[in-house]
C-alpha cells in the first residue's frame, strides 16, 4: 500500500534521493499534506484514500505466497503476467484488484549461496579498534541456517474485500494445479527414495 501511495502522488522516493531540497521534505510531514489538503487532483484523492485506509488498518488481505523453484505457474514469469493468468478464471475480479509482491530473502549476500555471510564479517574490539577478528563457529547460534541460497517468493493480496473468498479459493485452487513438487524441483537432490 505504501508503494501504490507514492505511485499515486507522483514522487518516487529514489529520485529524491539525488535532489537534496526534495530529500529533506520527504518527512512524515506529506502525510499530513496528502491528507489535510483540499483538491480536485485524481492523484492527490487516490493518495488519500490510500492514507485513510492505512490510518484505518484496512489493509490488503494475504491470500497466500508461492515458491518460483517450486511452482511453474509463476517460475520465469514477472508479476503482470502472474496476475493474468491468475484472474482468467474468476468473474468480476480486475488486475488491479489483486496485487503479488515479489520478496527475495539473500541474507544480505549476493554469494554463491554455500558461504556464510558471518564468514565475511569483522569484529572489531574498543581497546583495539584497529584490528579486526572473525567471527569463531562457538560464536555462532544454532539457528543459523546451513544453505544462504537466495530465497524468493511470490506474496498474493487481495484489495477489495467484496472479492477476498473467490480469490482465496482460486489461489487455493491454482497453487494445487500448479504441481508444488515438479520434476525441476526434485533434481535439485531431494528425492523420494525411487531412483532405481
Not at 45 to 63: A, G, N
Request: glycine share 6%; hydrophobic share 30%.
Amino acid at each position: 500500500m505504501y508503494f501504490n501511495l507514492i505511485l499515486s502522488r507522483g514522487t518516487k522516493m529514489s529520485e529524491a534521493t539525488r535532489d537534496m531540497f526534495a530529500f529533506t521534505n520527504l518527512t512524515d510531514h506529506i502525510l499530513h499534506q496528502i491528507l489535510f489538503h483540499v483538491s480536485d487532483d485524481s492523484r492527490l484523492r487516490e493518495s488519500k484514500e490510500l492514507l485513510q485506509r492505512i490510518k484505518h488498518r484496512d489493509l490488503y488481505r494475504f491470500v497466500g505466497e508461492l515458491n518460483p523453484a517450486l511452482s511453474k505457474k509463476v517460475r520465469n514469469k514477472d508479476t503482470s503476467q502472474i496476475v493474468e493468468s491468475f484472474i482468467q478464471g474468476l468473474d468480476g475480479v480486475e488486475a488491479d484488484d489483486v496485487l503479488i509482491d515479489r520478496v527475495v530473502f539473500d541474507y544480505g549476500y549476493n554469494g554463491s549461496g554455500r558461504e556464510n555471510p558471518l564468514e565475511n564479517m569483522k569484529i572489531y574490539k574498543k581497546d583495539s579498534p584497529n584490528t579486526s577478528t572473525g567471527i569463531t563457529p562457538d560464536q555462532v547460534s544454532t539457528m543459523l541456517p546451513q544453505s544462504f541460497k537466495k530465497e524468493e517468493k511470490f506474496r498474493f493480496y487481495c484489495k477489495r474485500d467484496d472479492c477476498l473468498e473467490a480469490v482465496k479459493r482460486c489461489f487455493s485452487e491454482w497453487e494445487n494445479e500448479s504441481s508444488c513438487y515438479d520434476d525441476r524441483a526434485l533434481s535439485d537432490g531431494s528425492s523420494n527414495g525411487s531412483d532405481s
